[in-house]
């Protein structure tokens, strides 16, 4: 969820059942609950990482839940280890996944998104498509399904988007997406399509723009994973225009403006103290907001 690097890292050697127990008993390791129907994430105390202790006030067993195939040992914080548990209970603390508080440049995010992402996954892929079989969780470092009987194997579906700055001289171009919030120019990729492709089609679906009226287009550093209905990975683009487009409604966008650094200073104040009655920009969370950043920071 975040574009920052966040010291969490997966493990790829499956532990022995002596290794799990250790893990399990440990007053170090963390705990992410889920809940398994709604895939709502549990929100106790401020915090979205659980100790033992918490796992025992909620009579919750790590032992039996990974012997239910419901407990997956995500990866490592330092020596911290990090436990997806996939729950049945249901708390009042539990808090929707799209309302999660994760903070700007939260250490978090990463495990967190992680365990989602393994939970809707296997919400959503139960049976095996070729036979049918009910697909099995292997309980490891892994985030995939098998099938017993075919050995078919199921990943999880990342869809790869592009998002694109569209500027012209100091002016950045944002289109109206949802809720109040203007934003750049994005769109899953198709089969085949390279990511500039993609932001050619984009571009010319969404604000209506020829190739022809394009000075550059340049990939920026800063791929950023985004979980939520579908598992993304967004690759964000910066194209210069040769000369201020006039955006005309079309299907995908219904409005669309140049702003100057003054107005998204405005939108970024709004932004950040919830008052959502005039537009806003998108959140400090979200990659579509650094390329903003960066595109105003470097003018004066
Ligand atoms: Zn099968």
Redesign the pocket.
Known sequence: LTYCHSGFSRIDEFPTKEQLTNIFNSYITKYIVIQDEKLDILFKNDLYFHSIKTMRELEIDPHKYYEDDRAALLGYFGDAPIVLIKTQLHLSEFTNFYNAKFNDHDTQSQPIGLAYVISRFHWAFKY?S??Q?KLTFQSTTKTYLI?N??N?EYYPQIQPAIIVMVTFEDLLLVCYRRNNIYTHVSGFLEPVETAEQACYREMNEEICLEKSQVLSLTQQNLTQPWCGRYQSLMIPFHCILKEKLEFKETKEIKDAKWITKEEYLMAAERESSGEQKEWVIPSKKAVARKLMDDFFSDQK
């Open positions: 095996c070729r036979c079989e099938c009987k075919c078919q």
